[in-house]
Each structure stands twice: as C-alpha cells, then as structure tokens.
C-alpha cells in the first residue's frame, strides 16, 4: 500500500472513528456512574442528528417563523451543534428522570434497568417513525465542501471539521473529568459508590451531569454524522450505538479514555477492511478482532480488574 | 403435570389435527411455542445464573440453519447442496434428529462463546455473546452455499412431505414436545441439587467456590444446555417459516426473548410461560396497529416496569402465588422451604 492511499484510508478511519468514539463516552460515562449499560444511548444518537436537522433548518429559516436577525454563514455549523447538544441532553435527562430514576428508588435488580433502557430506544425509534414517516430525511448543507489534495492525499473540510471538532470535546470532556469538582465526583462514584453520598456529593446532581455530558457527545456526533452523510433514518441509531457499546467494553467500560481508544480502533478496523476486502465481510472482521481483544485482555484495554475481596 | 400436559394437548394438537383451527392460529401457536423454548432456556443462564447473555438469537439461528440445511439437503434436495440422498417418506425421521442435530450445533457455537466468556463474570459474557450475534449474521451473510444475505428456504417442502406420509399436524406436535420437553428439562434442572448449584453461582461466586461448588463447569453446562434448546426452537421456527435469512437472527430477535425472559421475572418459570405466550399474542393482536405497534409495546413495557420493577412474576412461581395450583404442578416435596430471593441480598 503506497503512503498515499495509507493516509486517505488513515483520515477516513479517524472520521469514521469519532462518531463510534463519541457515542462510546456516553456509554462509559454512564455506565461509571449508575453500572446502567444505557441501551438507549444509540437512539439518543440519533435524536441528535434529528435535531440537529430541525434546528440546521429553523436557522436556515425553511419555516414560517422567522428569525430575528441575520446569521452569518460561519455560525450556522456552531450554532446547530450547541442548541442540538443542548435539546438532546434535555432528551437524555427526561429518560433518566422518567425510566430510570423510578426502578433505582424502588430498588430494581440492575439488569430490569438495562431492559427498560432497550424499551426506551424502540420507543425512541418507533415514535421517529410514526410521526415524521418512513421516509429518509436529508440533512440541509451547512457548510460548503470544499475539497482540498495535498501530495495525493484528498479531504474535504467536512472531514477536518469532523476530527478537530471530536477531539476538542473529548480535550472539553477531560478536563471536565479530571479539572473539575464534578468530575472529581463522578470519578468518585465509580470508584467507591458507597463513600461518595457520605461525603456529601449529591448523586443524583452528580448522574444528572453525566447525563447532560454522554447526551451532548452523542448529539455531537449526531450532528456531525448528519453533515458527513446527510442521510437520516429513524434506525441509524441502532447499530451504531451497539457497535459503539463494542468500542467502549474493548476500551475497558468505565474508562473516558478507553472509550475513545476503543471508538477509534473500531473505526479503524472497518475502515481498512473495508478497503481492501469485500464490505460484506466488515463486520466479520471487525467484531472478531474485538473478540479476540476481549479474550486476551477481559477487562478491557484501560480497564482495571476488580479484585472481589472475602 | 400428565394432566396438564393433557389439557394443553387437547387444547392445542388434537384440534388442529381435526381441523378446527386456521393455519393462521396454528402458526400462532407454534409461535408460542418456539417462544416459550427461547425464553425458558434464556432464563436459566440470564435469571436463574445471573449472567446476562443478549444474543440468544445466533444460537437460535445456528440450529434453524443446521436443521434447515440437514432437511432439505437429505429429503427435498437442492442445486447447491446435491440431490436428495433419501426417499420423502424418511422426512419423519430425519426431521426430529435434525431439530436435535440444530441443538447440538448450537451447543457446540455456544461452546465458543462459553470458553473465553467465563473467565470475567457480569457485563463481558453480555459484550461476547452481542459480538458473537453479530458476528454470526455476518457469516451466513458471507456463505453463498446456504443463500448469503438471500435466506434459505425449501423447508416447507420438508414439513408437507411429512403430511403426506402421516396426516398429523406435525409441526405443531413437535413445537408441543419440545417446548413441554424444555420446561420439564429446565423445571428439573434447577430443582436439581445442580440446580441449587446454579442459583448459588447467581448469590454468590465465591461463596459457591467454597462451598465446593465446581462453578466453571456449572456455568458451561447450563449454558450450553441453554444455547442447544435454543437450537432446537430455532430449528422449529425455521420449519414453521419456511423461510430462513440471517437478518431474521438479528439483535433485534435477541432483544425481544431477552424482553420476554424479563417481562416474567428473572429466575421464574412460570414467568417465562406466561410472558413469552402472552408477549406473542399481543404482538400478533397489535399488528392492525402497523408501525404504532412498536411505539404501544415499549410504552407498555416501561410503564409495567415502573409499577412492578422485577416482571410481572418476580422470581416467584406460580405455584408461590396460588398455592392452590401445587396440586397440578406438583413440585417435588423437598423444596417446600426452598426460597428464592431474586438475586437480592439482605
């Protein structure tokens, strides 16, 4: 393989790897705090990208209301992001508040939660469909591509604004983690989920947040996925948020940082199969080479064994 | 138990054979069935051992193709896998040992997962098992021999070659034995003094260890004997369908049994009955409801879960709730003062 096709294969692969890596945090994230596998995070990712599209075409000014004043065409792109980062976590914090707080109070077996979680993704899904349709959605053009060749190597400034935009919100995200006094929390609760409340840290603030931050990633890469391929489905969430679950177990599940490893090798597994075997067998390949991770590392590339005491 | 096995029998087999039933409740019935297979056999490993497993379709999906390709190769014939090597008669045969042979095949693929899996407990044997669904719809998406993503069918010609040696309905008399068998095998099972052993393993590990509990071969064997009655109903579903494709063995078919194991409790038998019965029937009585349906059930679900957190049956039996129900069910009498305490630990 020349060092031409390696580098376009590489960029493809870092692009396809934030979206999995993204959606991965919020798996961890929560999983950190609540042990909660959040089967409904990949339809979170999903409304996201719905959102996004609303908001891209309310500033885009495609309905009736009108806006107050003119946007500049550089704010269109940040704009969507934030307000659909903002709609989606106030998605996220309602399903908390309304499916998973009430089993956690009465104290359901966790696994009663995770399958109230898989409910809440179909009815994610299946709301979508039934009331905007079966028809695919386009996402509008917020920004003009631009293509660009440096030595062979072509990129669209899509593409770069994809990659530099998911590694500044995990670069956001780690400092959030490990700089801030609910960060220090949240690390916290997963480590001694006991100690914590008597120390006086709200939990609830504290899985309120974690909420708020893994819904606002997902929306991110909803977003973001939109205007790569800007063609949306109401089941696009589905096997990108399992996949992404993927990513996040082989990263060790707990881990922020495991979770962007993982995401990334992910993306970087199908990215090369894809290139240079037939696309049918992506899949095959990419879940084996997980497997085989798992088997020889069950905790998970960052993850740290838990000793069981007696 | 003969007694009630006796109603059913009379409730389900006899009047289809007569014809009093429409094909379509038939199918509904044998739907049922094939259900109540997954979902009992699902519950010993995810309620009964603790673990949780989500892909109890690629186990299902193994056997619906071994026994679908064992049939149709040996008594139809097809132009990729040869010729027909027996006459259509031997099809009365040849169909039960294929369901088998699909349980076999399926307890073996399950052998794969059961290896590496048990090595960490709790949330890894869930990431395996979902990368080994997935891995599993990807392999028989790329086996052209048996019809790739196109699906495989021909097993009709195999079920109504053996109507036509006997006239008896024999699909749904081999759903009834097979899901009469399961419930009975796992019944037994986990009021086996094996069975205690499983439970222990859900309580407590360690202390099952010490108390000489050999808890990796306890957990391979259930859940191999899981993964290979898996098989057998996916052998039956795929008889029933006549029509198998990879895309059918989905996630989304492993969400909807561990929906079922759930819905009735972990750890409860009777739970599972009756939710996989129930669950299949509104399934089939919403479909007027189109996409409408899929938005109904999950609300239902969630709101269920809300007012009663662990299933509609807990980790109780039947039995438990209606003690006037023993005289039928008839449990053996040493496990009067056996409890279940559903995973809870006071």
Redesign the interface.
């Known amino acids: 393989m020349s060092l031409t096709t390696f580098l376009q294969h590489f960029l493809n692969a870092l692009q396809w790897g934030s979206f999995y890596a993204l959606i991965a945090v919020g798996y961890t994230m929560v ?1 950190g705090v609540l042990l909660l ?1 959040n089967f409904a995070h990949g339809d979170i990712f999903m409304v996201g990208a719905y959102l996004g599209m609303f908001v891209a075409l309310f500033l885009l000014a495609q309905y009736d209301v009108a806006l107050p004043l003119d946007l500049p065409a550089w704010a269109l792109l940040p704009l969507t992001i934030l307000v659909a980062m903002a709609l989606t976590a106030v998605v996220g914090v309602t399903i908390e508040r309304v ?1 998973y707080r ?2 956690r109070r ?4 966790r ?2 939660v ?3 979680a ?3 993704g ?2 994610l ?3 979508n ?2 009331t905007l349709g ?1 028809r695919d959605r386009q996402f509008p053009r917020l920004i003009e591509p631009t293509l660009y060749n440096i030595g062979g190597v072509r990129f669209t400034n899509v593409r770069v604004a994809v990659i530099v935009l998911s590694l500044l919100a995990m670069a956001v995200l780690g400092f959030l983690v490990q700089r801030t006094k609910t960060g220090m929390a949240m690390r916290a609760i997963s480590y001694d989920r006991l100690a914590v409340p008597l120390m006086g840290v709200s939990v609830d603030r504290i899985i309120v947040v974690t909420f708020v931050i893994g819904s606002a990633m997902a929306a991110l890469a909803g977003v973001m996925f939109g205007v790569s391929y800007p063609i949306l489905s109401f089941n696009m969430g ?1 096997l990108f948020g ?1 996949k992404a ?2 990513a996040a ?1 082989v990263g060790g ?1 707990g881990s922020i940082r495991g979770a962007v490893v993982g995401g990334y090798i992910l993306g970087f597994v199908e990215i090369f199969v894809a290139a240079f075997m037939p696309s ?5 390949i990419a ?2 080479v ?2 085989l991770i ?2 020889i590392r ?2 998970g590339l960052f993850g740290v064994a838990r000793r ?1 005491k ?1 | 138990m003969p007694a009630l096995i006796g109603v059913l029998f009379l409730a389900t087999v006899v009047p289809s054979g007569l014809g009093l039933y429409n094909p379509y409740i038939q199918l509904v019935l044998i739907y049922i069935g094939v259900n109540i297979v997954l979902t009992v056999s699902l519950n010993l490993v995810n309620g009964y051992m603790g673990e949780f497993s989500v892909g109890h379709a690629a186990f299902m999906g193994v056997g619906a193709y071994v026994s679908s390709v064992t049939t149709v190769a040996l008594v139809i014939g097809n132009p990729r896998l040869g010729g027909p090597l027996l006459p259509e008669a031997s099809s009365l045969v040849v169909f039960p040992l294929s369901l088998l042979l699909g349980g076999v095949a399926a307890a073996v693929f399950g052998l794969l997962v059961a290896i590496p899996s048990f090595r960490v407990r709790g949330d890894y044997l869930a990431i395996i098992t979902l990368a080994v669904n997935f891995i599993f719809k990807s392999l028989v998406e790329n086996l052209d021999v048996i019809g790739g993503p196109r699906g495989f069918l021909g097993m009709t010609r195999v079920t109504s070659a053996m109507g036509r040696a006997v006239d008896v309905p024999w699909t749904m008399i081999w759903a009834f034995v097979a899901t009469v068998g399961t419930v009975y095998v796992v019944h037994s099972l986990v009021n086996s003094t094996f069975g205690k052993a499983i439970v222990a393993i859900r309580e407590d590990e360690i202390a099952a260890e010490l108390m000489t509990v050999d808890t990796r071969r306890v957990k391979v064997v259930a859940f191999l004997l899981s993964c290979g009655l898996a098989g057998v109903a996916g052998g039956l579903f795929a008889h029933v369908l006549g029509f198998i494709n990879p895309a059918g063995f989905g996630i989304l078919k492993s969400t909807e049994v561990l929906v079922m194991v759930y819905l009735g409790g972990m750890g409860s038998i009777t739970g599972s009955v009756l939710s996989a019965a129930g669950l299949t029937v509104l399934l089939e009585a919403m479909r007027p409801l189109h996409v409408f349906r899929w938005v109904l059930i999950p609300l239902l679900l969630i709101l269920l879960m809300r007012f009663r957190p662990t299933g509609l049956m807990g980790s109780r039996e039947l039995t438990d709730v209606f003690p006037a129900l023993r005289r039928w069910f008839g449990r053996p009498p040493e496990d009067e003062h056996f409890e279940h305490t559903g995973g809870r630990v006071s």
Request: aromatic share 18%; hydrophobic share 60%.
């Open positions: 999983y596998i499916a009430p089993l009465k104290g359901a077996p696994l009663y995770v399958i109230t898989l409910m809440f179909l009815l899904e299946y709301g469909l039934a079966a589905l399992w679950f993927i177990v599940i049918t067998y992506r899949d095959l879940f084996s997980l497997l798992i088997t069950p905790t069981t007696v």
